[in-house]
């Protein structure tokens, strides 16, 4: 692998996007990294954006990305994929969650939103490592909206792999384990589908 | 064993290992999760104070009593305790005592970006900085086992970056001092600060920050990691994280102590490089100390002043001095996005704050401000706030404008919590002096921005314990106000017809909007979505001023005003009606009292 692997988590509070950096930071950790996070921006409870970095290496120093040096974008809405996109690294992986949330600016105010055409000319002229998911979708096939997050890290999970970012130590096991440690016993066999169902999804 | 923890978790954890017995905070971005997870340990005592002056004092005192006290807030509640600070400093105490400032570089969530290192010079005091979570773990005895060494109070800054990021912490044991309080200790020349005790005071806290500053040459913080000789850089706090980072071979002082300074072992450091910087966010503080002491160093003439560090900031500013070469350059994406909508925070679906500030909004009257999520009223379409500086300031804002002569009438807008914090002497003041000032104390019970931490009204304390609520309209009356009337928070008219009414007298008037804060758990189990009826809306857009994030545009068109009509997001709506009160066609029925006493029962 590379000497850090640099992740940005962009979202809408009540996305999951903070229990996705959770578990980010700590499957890095088990699997052998040296493993930092760092809330960035965490309006959580008022509709803000929501951005998260979290970062795997043999060493890690600084808990921030700088603009230019993330490797993998994990975007759980489309307008906050697209804002994101600017301090991206060309070439990086982006796993985008195809969900809307319309910022009051746009209902009440006359900003439109970003159609789709737009979203994917915009990735399109940064990286070809793009995969669009529909987290929502699957989550509610299984019953419940609120696994999208576990969808998304399934899905990273396959193109991590897929893509040899990360190394032989990190295993589907070592993701489950640690998204099982923080998830209610109750909903332990719903999540496990919800991972399995993400790695489906982008494996195609 | 070894845990990912935030700062704030980590210096919890530290509290915890060093046996702190009374701790005391008032809640404040970025430094809430501290006392919110020290209060997790068993067997300790943690509470919310009504402000930070008041926090400082009870640490003070448990000092004075002997045993470990600890006072946290954010960097502007140094401001509001400064007082109780600086008398510390000149007292000293029996057992140990830490005061916690969480700067907030880049004003994440403050008004300012002051660098509270300022305070520790002022104060002569020291201050201690983590660079990490161990360290801010690790740190919490050490600053306890200085204060008790030297008979000093410990600043230990933090900043948002180190309270928010989550590093790998290998956890200790609990190590705290003998439980036996001694007595209280009668020692007037160094306790009671008249003047004649205080001047005998003061050379003694001259020698004793002479004295730390010895200590600090062997200090195991302040840390030197020996590189090429090229480059030398002296850091501190994160900003350490970025040194390391962008100059992998460059020597650097990190200073875990930086105030006060270590004279000798700087001057050494400065002397075995060729070129000499300093990196530290905000204030060029290590700089202009080492510039006194005759040392050629260069800080802000190469990295901001204003803002928080990350690797590129630290990056390019290193380029444009020539300290990097250019190919070091990251380059950005080559792509065009076009303008994007916003997505600023507002005021949450159901927030109880609403209806005031779409009631002040329509009258159209200028409206003082205070700290609390109806700052968020400030943006539109609500617009309805005009002045916000800090804490407690908006009803003083608003009597020395009434005062001037301002010919409108002023309203003056303050939460339950930031009312007890500072606005009781505000609101003393306007009846004292008599102004006309209208105050609406916005009472949810809670203190709701820094996520729902409990106060003196709301009944229940940090530890979760019943306590006496403290009530506010018998204290307004106490206070001598004549006019003094509580209202339910969602009721729109009567808001409308009491502030009507308010702004005409010409003496003080208090309208408290009493309405419990719509995320409060209990509170969620009673949210009923509304729907809009779609054959009787016509797009009249009356809806959409109040500014909720429930309502929606839908995307079917009136066909006489061909505008969209309005669409209920059933996952945000609360059910709090007040859309239902403002629409004119009621096109928004009432949720059916039944179902209302359903969801109460639940």
């Known amino acids: 692998m590379k000497e850090t692997i640099n992740f940005l988590l962009c979202g809408v509070g009540g996305q999951g996007t903070i229990l996705a950096s959770d578990v980010l930071v700590n499957v890095g950790l088990a699997a052998g990294f040296q493993a930092k996070q760092a809330e960035v921006h965490g309006m959580s409870q008022r509709g803000g954006s929501v951005t998260s970095h979290v970062r795997w290496g043999k060493v890690v120093y600084s808990p921030l990305i700088g603009a230019g040096e993330a490797d993998v974008l994990l975007a759980f809405e489309k307008l906050e994929a697209l804002r994101n996109l600017k301090v991206m690294r060309p070439g990086s992986l982006a796993l985008v969650n195809m ?24 990735f ?17 096939s299984l019953g419940n909206l609120k696994v999208a997050n576990v969808v998304l890290l399934g899905a990273l999970s396959a193109l991590l792999e897929s893509g040899g970012q990360a190394g032989a130590g990190l295993t589907p096991e070592v993701w489950l384990k640690v998204i099982m440690e923080r998830v209610p016993p109750k909903h332990i066999e719903l999540n496990r589908k919800a991972f399995q169902a993400g790695r489906e999804a982008v494996g195609k | 064993m070894i845990k990912m923890l935030s700062g704030n978790e980590a210096v919890a954890r530290g509290m915890w290992e060093a046996g702190v017995a009374v701790a005391s905070a008032y809640p404040g971005t970025p430094s809430t999760e501290i006392l919110e997870n020290y209060a997790l340990f068993p067997n ?50 029996e057992g140990g005592l830490v005061i916690v400032t969480a700067d907030d570089p880049a004003m994440h969530s403050s008004q300012n970006e002051q660098d509270n290192r300022t305070f520790a010079k002022f104060g002569r005091v020291p201050c201690l900085e983590p660079s990490d979570s161990q360290e801010a773990k690790d740190m919490v005895r050490t600053a306890f086992e200085l204060s008790e060494r030297f008979d000093t109070p410990v600043l230990l800054r933090l900043t948002t970056r180190i309270c928010h990021s989550a590093t790998a912490v290998e956890l200790g044991e609990r190590n705290a001092p003998a439980a036996e309080p001694k007595p209280f200790p009668r020692n007037p020349a160094k306790y009671v600060m008249v003047p004649g005790n205080a001047v005998k005071r003061h050379p003694v806290i001259e020698q004793r920050i002479r004295d730390i500053a010895l200590f600090a040459e062997t200090f195991p913080y302040n840390r030197l990691e020996p590189g090429g000789r090229s480059l030398g850089i002296l850091t501190c706090g994160v900003a350490y994280q970025y040194a390391r980072e962008v100059f992998p071979q460059a020597s650097i002082l990190r200073l875990g102590m930086t105030w006060p300074l270590p004279e000798k ?34 800080g802000k003439s190469i990295f901001p002043i204003t803002g928080e560090f990350d690797p590129r900031v630290v990056r390019e500013s290193a380029i444009t001095a020539g300290l990097l070469p250019e190919s070091a350059h990251f380059p950005l994406p080559d792509v065009e996005t076009g303008p994007l909508p916003g997505r600023p925070p507002v005021l949450c679906s159901g927030c109880p704050h609403r209806p005031t500030f779409y009631i002040l909004n329509k009258l159209k009257v200028p409206v003082n401000g205070d700290i609390g999520c109806y700052t968020l009223a400030l943006t539109a379409p609500l617009s309805a706030i005009h002045t ?16 001037a002569g301002s010919p ?43 996520g729902q ?29 004549r006019h003094v009337q509580s209202v339910p928070g969602y009721d729109v008219k009567a808001i409308e017809k009491l502030l009507k009414e308010y702004i005409k007298l010409d003496e003080p008037s208090v309208l408290i909007a009493v309405e419990p804060c719509a995320l409060l758990p209990e509170v969620r189990k009673r949210w009923i979505p509304l729907e809009v009826l779609a054959d009787k809306c016509n797009g009249c857009t009356l809806c959409f001023r109040i500014g909720c994030p429930a309502i929606l545009k839908s995307e079917e068109l009136d066909e006489k005003t061909q505008r969209p009509k309005a669409l209920i997001d059933a996952s945000l709506c609360t059910g709090c009606e007040v859309c239902a009160e403002i629409c004119p066609r009621d096109a928004i029925p009432f949720r059916p009292a039944e179902v209302e006493m359903e969801g109460d029962a639940s």
């Not at chain 1, 399109?124 to 509610?140: D, F, K, L, M, P």
């Not at chain 2, 402000?51 to 960097?75: C, S």
């Not at chain 2, 700087?266 to 966010?281: A, D, G, N, Y």
């Open chain 1, 124 to 140: 399109a002229q940064v990286t070809s490592h793009v995969e669009y998911i529909n987290g929502e979708e699957i989550a509610a």
């Open chain 2, 388 to 403: 916000c500086g800090c804490m407690g300031a908006g009803i003083g804002v608003a009597h020395g404008a009434a005062k």
């Open chain 2, 44 to 93: 300790v005592y943690a509470e919310w104070a009504p402000n930070e002056k008041v926090a400082v004092d009870v640490a003070i005192g448990a000092a004075y009593a002997g045993r470990r006290g600890m006072a946290v807030m954010k960097h502007v509640g140094l401001n509001v305790a400064a007082d109780s600070f600086m008398y510390a400093s000149m007292t000293g105490q």
């Open chain 2, 453 to 481: 931490q409990e106060n003196p009204g709301t009944g229940r304390t940090l530890l979760g314990q019943e306590t006496t609520r403290v009530e506010l309209e018998p204290l307004v009356r106490a206070l001598g106000v």
């Open chain 2, 265 to 298: 072992m700087i001057r050494k450091f400065s002397q075995s490089v060729k070129r000499l910087i300093v990196i530290e966010e905000l204030d060029p503080f290590i700089e202009e100390a080492m510039r006194l002491m005759g040392i050629a160093v260069e």
């Open chain 2, 408 to 450: 409108e009438h002023h309203v003056a807008v303050i939460g339950d919590s930031t009312f007890f914090h500072t606005g009781i002497p505000a609101l003393v003041n306007v009846v004292y002096n008599n102004s006309p000032v209208t105050t609406v104390i916005l009472d949810n019970r809670i203190t709701a921005m820094t």
């Open chain 1, 99 to 122: 969900q809307v949330i319309e910022p009051l600016t746009a209902i009440s105010g006359d900003q439109a939103y970003p159609s789709d055409e737009t979203l994917r000319k915009a």
